[in-house]
Structures are given as C-alpha cells and as structure tokens.
C-alpha cells in the first residue's frame, strides 16, 4: 500500500512535468496550427542557459530567472525568423523547420558544452517526508515543483480568461481573418504565443534536469512523454494537457516500479494507445465530427 | 517505320512500360554508378538505398494514403532484427532474409493499422513517434535481452558476394547492387500501386472520406493498405540496414533516424517518388560532405564533430524555405524555366517563329 502510495506521489510529480511540456506545446499548436517537434530542444538550449549562469554565480533563482528570460527570447526568435516564414506553406513545412531547428540546436549545444551529460542542482532537499515512521516518495523539492507548475498553470488560465491580451490571442487563434478586422495584430499574438511556450518549456527543462541530467539529446524521451500527454489531453485543451500528463505521469511510475524501468517506454505507447482507441481524438479534444 | 513510331508510343503511354523503362533506367545507373565509384562511396550507395526503400513508405504513406507517420524507424528496426535473427539463427539466405524482414514488419503494421483505424493526421503521427521510442527499448526487457543481446545488438553474419562475380568483387559494390535493385524494385512497386484501382482509392479517401465512401471505396481497408505498405517498406530497408552494417542495434534506430526519414520525405516532396530518392540523397550526400570537411580541418574537436549536424540542420530550414513543395518541386520549376530561360539568352532574330509558343 505505502509502495502504491509512493508510486503515485512520484507519478505526479513527474506528470506536472509532463503537463508543462504538453501545455507549451498545446498552446503553440492552438495558436499556429504547428506542431513543435524542436520544443525539447528548446528547453535544452535554455536550461544549459540556466546551467552556465548557476555554474558562475552559484545561484540557483538567478539561474532560473535566466533560464526563464532566455526560453522567453528563444520562443520569439524560432517564432520570427524560422516559423513565420513557412507559416502559409503546406501545414508539413513548419514540421520539417521545427525537425532542422532540433538537428542545428543539438549540434551548436555539443560544440559549446560538449555532449557529456551534467547534474543539474535542486533548490531544495531531495529527502522524502515521513509520516508515521514511513517514509514518502515526496520530497520539499516534489513539492517546489508541483507548486512552480500549478502556479504557471493558474497564470496561464488568467491570462487567457481575464486579460485583454488572453482574449486577442484566443481571437487570433479561433479566427485570424476575423480577429484581424476587429482590429487585433495576429502576428504579435502569434509571436507572444511562442515567447509564452517558450517561458513555459524553459521552466520544464529546469525542472526536469536533475532528473534526467543535462545533455544535447537527454530530453529526447522527455519530449516524447510531453506530446504523450498532450495527445492524451486532446492537443487543444490546456486542462486536458494536465490532465494527460498526471494520467501518463502515474502510470508511468506503476509500470516502472511493478514491471521494470524497462518498459516504461512500452507503457507510455499502451497508455496513449488505449486513450486513443477510447477516444479517437484525445479526453478533451474536439468532437470528431467530420463534415460532408 | 512509321508504324513502330506509332506503336512505340502507344506503348509508352501504358503505365506498366513507363513504369518498368524507368525501373530498367534505374537499374542501369545503379550497375554504372556502383562501377565507377570507389569502395566506400559504395557503402554509401548501399546506405542511400535502404534509406530510399523505407522514405518511399513514407512518402506513399503521406502522398496517396494521406496519413503521416514518425514512427519508421520502428519498422526498421523490426526488419533489422528479423534479418539479424534468420540469418544467424536459420541460416537463411539473403533474399528469404530480406523477405521475412518485409513480411514481419507488414504483420506489425497490419496489427497497428487496425488498433488505429480510427486515428487521424497528429494522433497518429504521435502514436508511431511513441512506438519509436518504445520498440528499440524492448531490447532491454528480461525475456528478451538474451535472444537480443541488449543494447550491445546483434551482429549479423556477413555474406560474401557470389562466386560467379569473380574474386576481387569488393563487398561494398555487392551490397550497393542488392540495396540499389531493392530500392528501385520498392519504388516500381509503389510507382504501380499508386497508378491502380487501390492508388485511386486511396486518393480518393484521403481527398473527402464520405465521398470515397459514398462511391463504394472502402475507406478503412485502403488507409490500412498504406499503413501496411508504408511498414514492409520500412521493414526492408531496415532488414538492409542490418545487412549492410552487419549489426541490429537499438543505437541505429533512434528517434533521429525517424525524424531524418520525415525530413527527407517531406523535403523530397510528398506523395512524388521521386522525391524520396531526392530527400534520402540529401539525407546521405550532406552528412558526407561535411563529416569530410569537418575531419580534414583543424577545429575542436568538439565543433568538428558537430559541424555535420549543425550544417543538415541549416540545410533542412534552408530547403524548405526555398522550396515550400519540396525538392522534387523545385526541381520541376527549374527544369520548366531553363528552356525560357535558354530562349531568352538568345540574341533576338534568332528562332523568330517559334516564340508563339508562350
């Protein structure tokens, strides 16, 4: 029972990291249609940001601060200079740009840090709590993260239900012809979409590198976990990218402690083959009703 | 002679001799450009080969079936250890090999098909890019890792080329020749299959699926001929693979093999075959041409090692930003220019007459 306990604590913790990565990817695709295969990199680029700044100061805020200011940059430039301009190509192209964005960025980060994987630090203790003599999968660090994530997630859904700018980006996203004539810069929208996913992978990367280290290619399954979850959440939703990343997040974790870290891969591919035998296009994602 | 002009061409208006002289073409220039090449250009032959056998499925996939796929690598590496295992278990010959390569891969398409039968365009696509990740893993499984061999991988037998070349017939120009024949053998078979009654379905499905339906098309069983054609592609170019390198390992089908196959099909053009040979060409001649500047120059080591990547990378932005259609595409466009391109180069006076051709 304590075993199913902590598998579960664990589970939800990494989903919150799932759910961050599914939610920058989310919101991404709800406002360009594109599908950003180069997100792992992204955070990848950022957090070794975050590493570098940490590995002069020594300080873990400061280097988060950075983390997050250059996920914030990096969103705007892949926005501006690599995705607008295939944005009215075939849907495809901004896969391909996003697949060579991945293949470059890889690439610059081995020249300058060098393909060796590296501990990230924690702000805070990894020892779990005990209750009662027994002790927990939960750490002060567990907590640090689930709290980092509800909070963005909580920000997230103020923006976009109760400022001005949440209903112009909504408006672009919905109707870029009609936004436009009412008035909203779609391509500013557009371009703060990206800067937003951006700020929301960098703060993912930092999150999840003392898990995974941090290398060129070490959030490569990281990756593919988040676009697990967003699919499982229905690619449109944000609370179905929680809600898909906390579902992979546990099952991931009881697969791994009761059938082996081996085939935690194979468990992911179950979960998210069953969801979708379910329901076609993910728990929350649009009705499937095809016009003729 | 007037009369075999006349039925000359009304042969070449049949699909299957159009189909079969380009085949023959291909085939031709595999034996020619595998004689003039040294032996290592012919290991990449061999390399581009298989490549182009599993970005063919691909493109098929994509072109007449609609449907994208990230998870090739899947299949390939279904087909590498389907290979790997019948020839160092069985002992069976290269074609029976390469065979239940294709035919394993198909059975694991047709049983994926059918689980997603129902899933569309990025459901899809991330459900094959989840099965790329997880099926190299399995290696690691108890169970299996024994017959498997873990992450360490199989090493497959060598076959020799056949007596009957002669002695000195390097090994590389034997395995250029098996991969070039398969390659062009998958693409004379895609070729045809998109040109018949199922090509059409498929177009048809793909285009409006009601419709389709509506005039007797059987949507479902059409989107899993793709599916399935697209995997036994991908499961002989990965049973080459395993060939050719002598080794099955999970390292030869990460998720960047999968990604380069999408790129390359999608950079090729989708849903034209040529541009899967155009796309995989790319794939092999950029990673060559920069491994071998970057290893002749005197950078670190860290940035000679990496130039490769960051250089594909570019390339792969570069391109599609050129060419939204892809290579194929741009390709045609150039070649449909040229001749205005030649005309207008001429001084004027000259071919007056033949300008109202515009």
């Known amino acids: ?292 | 002679m007037k009369r075999l002009r006349v039925t000359a061409a009304r042969a070449l208006r049949l699909t299957v001799v159009r189909h079969g002289l380009a085949a023959l073409a291909g085939l031709a220039l595999v034996l020619v450009v595998s004689a003039v090449l040294p032996s290592y250009r012919n290991f990449q032959l061999a390399e581009l080969s298989y490549l182009v056998c599993a970005t063919a499925g691909l493109t098929f996939l994509a072109g007449p079936g609609g449907q994208i796929s990230v998870g090739q690598g899947a299949f390939m590496a279904i087909g590498a250890y389907t290979t790997a295992l019948v020839i160092n278990h069985q002992h069976w010959n290269l074609a029976a090999a390469l065979l239940s390569a294709l035919v394993v891969a198909a059975c694991v398409g047709l049983l994926l098909g059918l689980a997603t039968a129902r899933l569309r365009g990025l459901y899809l696509a991330t459900l094959t890019l989840a099965l790329a990740v997880a099926l190299p893993a399995l290696v690691n499984v108890r169970g299996l890792s024994g017959i498997l061999e873990g992450s360490n991988g199989l090493s497959v037998l060598a076959s020799p080329p056949p007596a009957v070349l002669g002695a000195d017939f390097s090994t590389p120009r034997w395995q250029a020749w098996v991969t070039g024949f398969c390659a062009v053998v998958t693409l004379w078979f895609l070729a045809n299959l998109g040109r018949s009654r199922y090509g059409r379905s498929m177009r048809a499905a793909r285009d409006d699926e009601a419709a389709a339906a509506l005039s007797g098309v059987n949507v479902a069983r059409v989107r899993l001929l793709a599916f399935v054609v697209a995997a036994a592609c991908g499961g002989l170019g990965g049973g080459l693979l395993a060939w050719v390198t002598s080794l099955a390992s999970p390292g030869a089908f990460s998720l960047n093999l999968s990604f380069g196959l999408l790129a390359a099909a999608i950079l090729g053009g989708l849903g034209s075959l040529a541009g899967a040979v155009w796309g995989s060409l790319l794939l092999v001649v950029v990673s060559s041409v920069t491994s071998d500047l970057s290893s002749g120059s005197r950078l670190p080591i860290d940035v000679a090692n990496n130039l490769p990547g960051a250089v594909y990378g570019v390339v792969l932005i570069v391109v599609m930003m050129t060419f939204p259609g892809g290579l194929h595409q741009g390709y045609r466009w150039i070649s449909s220019r040229i001749p205005a391109l030649v005309r207008r180069s001429r001084p004027p006076g000259d071919g007056a007459g033949r300008g109202s051709g515009r």
Do not use: H, K
Not at chain 1, 209 to 237: H, K, M, N, R
């Open chain 1, 1 to 292: 029972m304590v075993r199913f306990l902590n598998l579960t604590l664990a589970g939800i913790t990494d989903g919150m990291i799932f759910a961050t990565i599914a939610l920058a990817l989310v919101m991404i695709f709800r406002a360009t249609r594109v599908i950003n295969f180069a997100q792992g990199a992204m955070m990848m680029l950022t957090t070794f940001v975050g590493w570098t700044v940490q590995d002069r100061t020594g300080s873990y805020w400061l280097a988060l601060g950075c983390a997050l200011a250059a996920g914030l940059v990096l969103g705007t430039l892949v926005e501006r200079v690599f995705i607008r301009p295939v944005e009215n190509g075939p849907e495809l192209n901004a896969a391909v740009v996003a697949l060579g964005l991945i293949v470059l960025i890889n690439a610059l980060a081995s020249m300058i840090w060098g393909s060796t994987p590296r501990a990230y630090p924690v702000p805070f203790s990894l020892r779990g709590y005990s209750v009662g003599g027994v002790r927990l999968l939960l750490s002060p660090n567990d907590l640090f993260t689930i709290g980092m994530v509800a909070f963005t997630m909580t920000a997230l859904v103020l923006l976009f239900r109760r400022t001005a700018l949440g209903l112009r980006m909504r408006a672009g996203a919905y109707s870029p012809e009609l936004a436009r004539l009412l008035g909203v810069r779609v391509g500013a929208t557009l371009t703060i979409g990206w800067a937003l996913a951006g700020l929301i992978g960098a703060l993912a990367g930092v999150l999840i590198a003392p898990v995974v280290f941090l290398g060129p290619d070490q959030f490569d399954t990281v990756l593919v976990y988040g676009f697990t979850a967003a699919i499982i959440g229905g690619l449109e939703s944000p609370v179905g990218s929680v809600v898909g990343g906390l579902l992979l997040g546990c099952t991931l974790s009881y697969v791994s402690g009761y059938a082996g870290s081996e085939v935690t891969s194979l468990g992911a591919c179950a979960v998210l083959l069953v969801a979708l035998m379910a329901r076609p296009s993910g728990l929350f994602g649009p009705a499937t009703g095809r016009r003729v």
